[in-house]
């Protein structure tokens, strides 16, 4: 089930909030949240509950031996338990998004088939692994206290707004909201406008630009020219911001209704000035955790030269092969890398004391490259397109107009989505008063209707971070 689909729209979003608001004990509450978390994940992958369940069931008793072993003469054991614990998490991920991808390449390195029949991806492993691990690891580091409810426990790890393509919400962050939270009108009306900014989001900007690229990398190359390969490395830039971002959106917008408190995701990445200031903004969230969880006790940037490059490049290329068990993610994650590098070790200074448009340009510049690698699984098509992009070639366009009308219907929203990627709504500044919180929910409700009457004349409406 995705938010922007009717079901979840008509159906088991009111639902759920009927259901929640009925009942009054904080226990009663999450028991709904839970059933409702778990039945939203088995709406398209029943077979995959029992999965995700028993990955929490690991981290419970996981959790609980660490506690208990947290005391002198017994932190030997304890570690040997922290270790196991993480190992069989990590085990259960590589199991079901690497496993085919490793035998795919010793098939292809030793010229033999295993006869190894491939594993379905389980949809959100990704991210619902990482937070249990953030919770493992942060429990032996004493950052947060033990879960002795499993069922909490569980619902932290499958709370359905954030389960699917996240945020990846650290337990620390909503350890107390458990038990603790306390809904109110306003989280409830701020809530609901977050999930529809969200909502409009994906569907008026991420679904209408979406086929442009699909379109011209499945074409003909010479009748786009290069100009309309930089048009589809544009789009998919505007498509997976919107697409993600809008999810975030909509994530952080439900779990406010339901009185918990997510962290932001996204800070306009767009309008960064360099490599480095884009992924501050960009899926902060996984930033944080490979940062936390990997570069620091790696040693991060408090080690010789040398080191430190080599933990920049490790990290990234874990971050790579996070979003997906291909040789482009690696890549992909390797090139920023390489990116960051140069830019902490060799002209920080100098980038800085360039002209903002000259910084702007050159972050927009590298980032639509790296989204070309992102999205173009075959490698052969990958360098293809990167070639069409500097070859000057010429278009067609005379074939472009005449047969190739759902691109221009795309093209016509790319101006919209280039004017929402900037923070012009942070710059306007509203009055607290009735009249202004009446006028901010007769736009969200008109947002609503256009983005309902989207869905009813569109077919395309998947998650791009749904496959990570």
Known sequence: MVFSSLSFLYLF????ILLY???KNRTYRNTV???????????????????MLLASFVAYIGGLLIHRLDRPG?????KAVFIITCILLVSNLFIFKYLNFTIDNIELLFGKNLNVAHLVLPIGISFYTFQILSY??????HSVRVQKNYFYLTLYVCFFPQLIAGPIVRYQTIEDEILHRKESLKDITEGARRFIIGLAKKVLIANTVANISVIIYEGNASVYGSFFYWIAAISYALQIYFDFSGYSDMA????RIFGFHFLENFDYPYTSLSITEFWRRWH??????FRDYIYIPLGGNRVGKIRHIINILIVWCLTGFWHGAQWNFIIWGLYYGVLLILEKQCFHKILHKLPKIIRYLYTAFFVLIGWVIFNLVDFTQMLSALEMMFSFAPTDWVAVVTENSEILNGIIFLPLAIIAMFPWAKKIQFKNSSATEL?????????LLLCILFILSSSYNPFIYFRF
């Open 33 to 51: 949240l839970l059933i409702a978390s778990i039945l939203f994940y088995a709406w398209g992958e029943p077979k995959f509950v029992i999965l």
């Open 21 to 23: 608001f009925i009942c």
């Open 439 to 447: 006028v901010k929910n007769i736009l969200c409700a008109i947002l």
């Open 136 to 141: 493992v690891i942060d429990l032996y580091k």
């Open 252 to 255: 952080i917008g439900l779990g």
């Open 13 to 16: 979003l009111p639902i759920t």
């Open 284 to 289: 902060i969230s996984l930033s944080t955790w």
């Open 74 to 78: 017994s932190m030997g054991l304890r």
